[in-house]
């Protein structure tokens, strides 16, 4: 097979998947934004605890004609970890964390309202050690994968619930995992 017939076959199932149904509309395209919250458990290099979490969310999708949703979506936000054991003679306070991760899901139901999805991406979180004795801080971060999954919901033309959870393992010293709930506007 040629390069240009390769080519050819490669846009041919580009459109085929990609090419949004004529005559029905498709419930989970375009541009998304949202508030997110939840709960965040973690463990830091032995010490573990559980805390509020809150965010954003934004992103795009395009939902094909076998509704096959895709999609790209980006986090920021917050746990309230302060004062975070974990270290000897040392202190951790938690900074903001942000994530982008590539989506795909499949919506369902009679109405194709529902959406079951599973994501994968890159995640960081930013972290103060203090150290008890000297008061001295060091900035420090762990990058790493994300993954996760969760359901949403369509309730109306423009606005969904989602539930969802994430796990994330960026380095030996430490783990998350996130179960939240967000509300999201579609434009």
Do not use: H
Not at 74 to 90: A, L, P, V
Not at 134 to 142: G, H, L, N, P
């Amino acid at each position: 097979m040629t390069l240009l017939k390769k080519s050819k076959a490669v846009l041919a199932l580009s459109v085929l998947l990609a090419a949004p149904a004529a005559a029905e509309e498709t419930s989970f395209s375009g541009i998304f934004i949202g508030a997110e919250g939840g709960y965040d458990s973690s463990k830091f290099n032995g010490g573990s605890d559980g805390t509020v979490y809150i965010g954003g969310i934004a992103g795009y999708r395009f939902q094909t004609y076998n509704n096959l949703v895709l999609g790209i979506e980006g986090t920021y936000g917050k746990n309230n970890y302060d004062g975070f054991g974990g270290f000897d003679f040392s202190t951790v306070d938690y900074g903001n964390e942000w994530s982008v991760s590539a989506t795909a899901g499949i919506a369902f139901g009679d109405d194709s309202q529902n959406l079951i999805f599973g994501k994968i991406g890159y995640m960081e979180t930013r972290r103060d050690i203090i150290n008890d004795e000297t008061s001295a801080v060091t900035k420090d971060k762990d990058t790493g994968l994300r993954f996760g999954g969760g359901y949403e919901r369509k309730f109306l033309e423009n606005f969904s619930v989602r539930l969802s959870a994430d796990y994330a393992k960026p380095d030996d010293f430490y783990k998350q995992f996130q179960a939240k709930a967000a509300f999201i506007l579609s434009f």
